[in-house]
């Protein structure tokens, strides 16, 4: 009965277990499923009840100073587009996601992340009209994250050489990526980055580069892959982590390898 259970136990792990060593993130959190929104509170804890091993946020600086939870530039109120880093934090509030939630603060969606078992947090900078209003956006984000004491949780990620830079000063610990795809593992190896985080038709023109930033000693993330053929191609690559809308789906074929 012991060895029969022993077994079963075995066989249950292998299933659960990315032999691979590639890990999945979960693109503005896991949002595809009922109840949830992308960057939504829901989508971070939905992301990590099924334990990928990150989720994936966009923040911006309201014109007051607050950090808040948005992927794009503008949100919408009342029928009217309102640029995120030009309107108050009282009238942000007001915005409502498609799944009923208030537009979250970074400190809220920190509360909330504090509760999860399994997931980092990967987040991701927004570039900003001034250098000035990015690093006051740096500096209290990565503030709020050390009171929180979930420094060990977190990673950095920016489309903006100034954000990662100011990570880097900030906390020369904390792990970061470059989004943009445009420089080489030997130059982000000079800059002192911890690896890149490039859309796969980045890879698709620089294969070379995913074996390069691995002799450097980098990590490298591919966003963001949903359909099968490039979920393969990217696994094929050897990256280190894929970010997705569609992480089951991620999972589904890395257990088939």
Not at 19 to 41: C, F, V
Not at 144 to 164: A, D, P, T
């Amino acid at each position: 009965m012991r060895q029969s259970l022993f077994i079963l136990s075995f066989i249950l792990l292998l299933v659960s277990t990315n032999l691979t060593g590639q890990e999945i993130i979960a693109h503005r959190g896991y949002w595809k499923t009922d109840g949830s929104a992308q960057n939504s509170i829901a989508s971070l804890m939905k992301a990590d009840s099924i334990g990928v091993f990150g989720s994936e946020v966009d923040v911006w600086l309201s014109s007051d100073g607050f950090p808040v939870i948005n992927h794009d530039a503008d949100v919408t109120l009342h029928g009217e587009k309102l640029v995120v880093q030009d309107t108050p934090l009282a009238t942000l509030r007001k915005v409502k996601l498609s799944n009923g939630e208030t537009l979250p603060t970074m400190e809220e969606y920190l509360d909330a992340f504090a509760q999860c078992k399994h997931v980092k947090l990967i987040i991701e900078f927004k570039v900003h009209k001034s250098k000035e209003r990015e690093d006051l956006l740096a500096e209290k984000v990565m503030g709020m994250v050390r009171q929180h004491n979930l420094q060990e949780k977190v990673e950095y990620i920016s489309f903006g050489i100034h954000f990662v830079q100011q990570v880097r000063n900030i906390n020369p610990q904390a792990p970061v990526y470059y989004l943009n795809g445009d420089l080489s593992p030997q130059v982000l190896a000079t800059m002192g980055l911890s690896g890149f985080d490039y859309h796969y038709n980045v890879l698709y023109k620089h294969p070379e580069w995913v074996k390069k930033a691995h002799e450097l000693g980098q990590k490298v993330n591919v966003w963001t892959v949903n359909k099968p053929e490039d979920i393969q191609k990217i696994i094929d690559l050897k990256v280190d982590f894929i970010t997705t809308d569609e992480p089951l789906l991620v999972r589904e074929i890395l257990h088939k390898q």
